[in-house]
């Protein structure tokens, strides 16, 4: 029997665990939700949540991976023969995951050349003939012009972008001169439409966004190229395996890291970047007593150190026999948990700036998700002294930061196929981003965000909450806490106390099945930024069901000993 690869160093490992766990989501969805649910207050309950869930989890699933030597599927088979279809299930979460995951790379690969060439600034197109009731001026630049004269406060006018009549107000308006003329719109975002800046380019002339996810518009062939860099880039960063990885992961990490502390140092020193990160951290401590700061730092902890996506269990497997799990679970969450803090300093610096340069408030100009990365952000980077420069940059540093968490999710499916059918890895991995290239295809349509944002809720909402749940309670009820601790200890630098039991026993499951009501009974409005309808939703749940099924038949099919 083949000797099981292993880690080149502890270092290796931690980088790579850590690589895997900070991602996009520490730039584009934690400073996002840290503002929404009470700033300060919420890095109170996001790292209380940590310590009581997210580093225990990481434990619990690097001692699964450690003490079986095997992926998920056969790390549960060997704890419960049954439960091979199981780690199946668990890999297809992380395998939908990465096919997204990539397609927002290959975003972020084709925005590199835009940000080289400023492709986001355009002129002003279709609107720019109407006739309006402001009165011109002498301005013969394109700008938001603040803040608003008061001769003009009052005067009625129709806004070009959505037709509709309003009446100049002294905030909330925004004015666009273009040349002679000054331009009225009744919203932040018609006036960027109007302009075609950066989301009118991004939404339109970049994804084609259809109207609604079933009109699949056309297939965006210029995303195609950063698709295929993307996936070679996934599939040659695991191509020997841990050996592969083990180098990758000093550029991965490092250089992202470096990007940031530039971000923070540039953004920190711009005009009006108090405000915003005054918006971001000052605390509403009255939120602490609201559920939904905790839903909202549970969910954000599961989501950021990637556990429930089969993927720490890999990463287990491949630690030598003598390994201090509990220390590198500890270092891991907290340095994921640090990035994601320094990354909410950056965005929220440079949003404080630009929201001081158009004269409105910082919640007018926060975003989350795409609407961030490849709207606001570029927005704020025009802007800059030296914007090409600091827009290869910053999406250098988005593909540095998700490069590590798209090639582990591949590892473990790569590790489950390798290591039922014993292939080699470079056949496995050959096999795994192939079919993860053919999934992602669809997405590179007008229809794109839409099947990205469906994909996305359903995976995170209830794909990893389900794995977590079944691994809290297989671990805790059936095989043994008090069992699996003692493991843990046996192979850490220190033992752990029965807090560990409790947190996998109850505090843990009952959070998990806290978080699923709450997101099934939330379910009675549209979901997401689009509105989507039931047939939407369906879809969603359609994966849910397929992924169970799928799990089964690959449990079922017969492996090589």
């Known amino acids: 029997m083949a000797t099981r690869e292993v880690w080149n160093s502890k270092t290796a490992f931690i980088l790579a665990a850590i690589g895997s766990a900070i991602g996009l989501g520490n730039i584009w969805r934690f400073p996002y939700i840290t503002f929404e649910n009470g700033g300060g207050a919420f890095l109170v309950a996001y790292f209380v949540c940590l310590f009581i869930a997210g580093i225990?989890?990481?434990?619990?699933?690097?001692?699964?991976g450690h003490m079986t030597k095997q992926a998920a599927p056969g790390a549960f088979a060997k704890l419960r023969p049954k439960m091979q279809w199981f780690g199946w299930f668990a890999v297809g979460v992380g395998f939908v995951i990465v096919t997204y995951y990539a397609i927002i790379m290959s975003w972020s690969v084709n925005y590199t050349w835009e940000a080289a060439t400023l492709g986001w600034q355009d002129n002003i197109g279709e609107y720019a003939?109407?006739?309006?009731?402001?009165?011109?001026?002498?301005l013969d630049n394109m700008a938001v012009l603040t803040p608003v004269p008061d001769r003009l406060v009052g005067k009625s006018y129709i806004d070009p972008v959505d037709g509709n009549q309003y009446t100049v107000q002294?905030?909330?308006?925004?004015?666009?001169?273009?040349?002679?003329?000054?331009?009225?719109?009744?919203?932040?975002?018609?006036?960027?439409?109007?302009?075609?800046?950066?989301?009118?380019?991004?939404?339109?002339?970049?994804?084609?966004?259809?109207?609604?996810?079933?009109?699949?518009?056309?297939?965006?062939?210029?995303?195609?190229?950063?698709?295929?860099?993307?996936?070679?880039w996934i599939v040659a960063s695991v191509w020997k395996g841990t050996k592969t990885v083990s180098k990758v992961v000093f550029y991965t990490?490092?250089?992202?890291?470096?990007?940031?502390?530039?971000?923070?140092?540039?953004?920190?020193?711009?005009?009006?970047?108090?405000?915003?990160?005054?918006?971001?951290?000052?605390?509403?401590w009255g939120k602490l007593l609201s559920a939904d700061i905790w839903l909202a730092a549970i969910s954000q902890v599961f989501f950021s150190l990637s556990v429930g996506f089969a993927i720490m269990i890999a990463y287990g497997s491949f630690l030598p026999e003598k390994t201090n799990i509990a220390g590198?679970?500890?270092?891991?969450?907290?340095?994921?948990?640090?990035?994601?803090?320094?990354?909410?300093?950056?965005?929220?610096?440079?949003?404080?700036?630009?929201?001081?340069?158009?004269?409105?408030?910082?919640?007018?100009?926060?975003?989350?998700?795409?609407?961030?990365?490849?709207?606001?952000?570029?927005?704020?980077?025009?802007?800059?002294?030296g914007a090409r420069i600091f827009g290869v940059l910053f999406f250098l540093m988005l593909l540095t930061l998700a490069v590590d968490s798209a090639f582990s999710l591949l590892e473990a499916a790569t590790a489950a196929v390798k290591d039922k059918w014993k292939l080699s890895h470079k056949k496995a991995n050959l096999i795994v981003g192939g079919l993860g290239f053919l999934f992602g295809l669809p997405m590179l349509t007008g229809a794109g965000l839409?099947?990205?944002d469906i994909a996305d809720h359903f995976m995170n909402s209830f794909g990893l909450t389900?794995?977590?749940?079944?691994?809290?309670?297989?671990?805790?009820?059936?095989?043994?806490?008090?069992?699996?601790?003692?493991?843990?200890?046996?192979?850490?630098?220190?033992?752990?106390?029965?807090?560990?039991?409790?947190?996998?026993?109850?505090?843990?499951?009952?959070?998990?099945?806290?978080?699923?009501?709450t997101e099934i009974a939330a379910r009675k409005v549209p979901y997401g930024n689009f509105g989507l309808r039931s047939q939407e939703f369906l879809f969603g749940w359609l994966i849910m069901l397929l992924l169970p099924i799928v799990a089964d038949v690959l449990a079922s099919a017969k492996g090589k000993k």
């Open 450 to 452: 839409y099947i990205l």
């Open 253 to 284: 990490v490092f250089i992202p890291w470096g990007l940031l502390i530039l971000f923070i140092i540039r953004g920190v020193t711009l005009p009006g970047a108090g405000a915003g990160i005054s918006y971001y951290l000052t605390p509403v």
């Open 129 to 138: 003939n109407v006739e309006y009731a402001v009165e011109a001026t002498d």
């Open 170 to 232: 002294s905030s909330g308006t925004f004015l666009v001169a273009w040349e002679g003329s000054l331009y009225a719109m009744s919203s932040l975002g018609n006036a960027d439409t109007f302009m075609s800046s950066p989301g009118d380019f991004f939404y339109n002339d970049f994804l084609g966004l259809t109207s609604e996810p079933w009109d699949m518009g056309t297939f965006r062939w210029p995303l195609l190229v950063g698709f295929i860099i993307t996936w070679v």
């Open 56 to 64: 225990p989890l990481l434990m619990l699933e690097f001692s699964i």
């Open 328 to 385: 590198f679970a500890i270092v891991i969450g907290i340095a994921d948990a640090l990035t994601a803090f320094f990354g909410g300093l950056a965005v929220f610096s440079a949003l404080g700036y630009q929201a001081t340069k158009m004269g409105v408030q910082v919640t007018e100009v926060v975003q989350s998700g795409p609407g961030l990365a490849f709207v606001a952000y570029p927005h704020i980077i025009s802007n800059l002294p």
């Open 466 to 517: 389900i794995v977590v749940l079944v691994e809290t309670i297989m671990i805790g009820w059936t095989i043994g806490a008090e069992k699996q601790r003692e493991y843990i200890s046996e192979n850490s630098n220190f033992r752990l106390g029965q807090w560990w039991n409790i947190c996998i026993r109850w505090l843990i499951p009952m959070g998990i099945i806290w978080m699923l009501f």
